[in-house]
């Protein structure tokens, strides 16, 4: 579902990204692991189409993201690390919001509000401003902003910072169902047990580069294992 081939993006003075080939699989759910610094929110900007790199190549479900913008954006929904709301909208403003942002035609937009606050538990909140919101909601709501649209592929960067372990619960089972619906999900953390509770595949960045790709057992041995090759030079 996301095909890229050595994709390097410099800061000024600083190679973030460094000849990077990854391939993330159509239905997987993919946690991003890497240290900070190792330039998981640069590789999800990029995939985004919100830097453009110095060279390579990003495909997301085969649409070039420099040379078809558009078309990628129409199939992609991204959550940045730090995400904002409008605190004096309610929850059904904000979707509503996102959903013409989108582009969606004004008679699909009460439709994609009432089926995007179903698929988050979000119904009962509808009239509720977001400033009275707990973290762990608003960020459902952000994440229902990112996916208003029904989109193919879901870029989360670092969702779960900031939530407490029953948000985080939550997220992980919100995460399983957006896989079972068929959503593709690229997410990123810096914890890695954080990770492996929802995650089939597991992408290991390091200095800018993709150090190890693997499927995941969830076995317990796991986590120690990736930090392990997290720690080695
Ligand atoms: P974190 O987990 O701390 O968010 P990260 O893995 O997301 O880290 P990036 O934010 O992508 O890493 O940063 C990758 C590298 O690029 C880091 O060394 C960072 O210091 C550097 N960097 C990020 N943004 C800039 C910038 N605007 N200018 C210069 N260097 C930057």
Not at 28 to 53: D, F, H, Q, W, Y
Not at 99 to 112: D, F, H, M, T, V
């Amino acid at each position: 579902m996301i095909q890229i081939s050595g994709l390097t993006f410099d800061y000024p003075g600083h190679r973030a990204l460094n000849q990077l080939n990854l391939s993330v699989e159509r239905g997987s759910v993919t946690a991003l692991v890497g240290a900070n610094g190792a330039g998981k929110t640069t590789l999800m900007r990029c995939i985004a189409g919100l830097e453009t790199p110095l060279s390579g190549s990003i495909a997301v479900a085969g649409l070039d993201v420099q040379e078809e913008p558009r078309a990628v954006h129409r199939q992609m929904g991204y959550l940045s690390d730090f995400f904002g709301l409008y605190q004096d909208l309610t929850v059904a403003q904000c979707l509503e919001y996102a959903a013409a942002s989108q582009g969606l035609a004004k008679e699909a937009i009460a439709a994609a509000i009432h089926d995007t606050a179903q698929r988050l538990s979000l119904q009962d909140r509808l009239k509720q401003k977001t400033s009275s919101l707990s973290r762990g909601l608003r960020q459902r709501v952000a994440i229902g902003q990112a996916i208003i649209h029904s989109p193919q592929v879901l870029l989360l960067d670092e969702p779960a910072s900031g939530l407490d372990p029953e948000a985080r619960n939550e997220l992980a089972i919100l995460f399983r169902q957006l896989q079972t619906s068929g959503m593709t999900l690229l997410v990123s953390s810096h914890i890695l047990a954080e990770l492996e509770a929802y995650s089939s595949h597991m992408l290991v960045l390091k200095d800018g580069k993709i150090l190890e790709h693997r499927a995941l057992s969830n076995s317990p041995h796991s986590s120690r294992a990736l930090q392990l090759s997290l720690a080695s030079p």
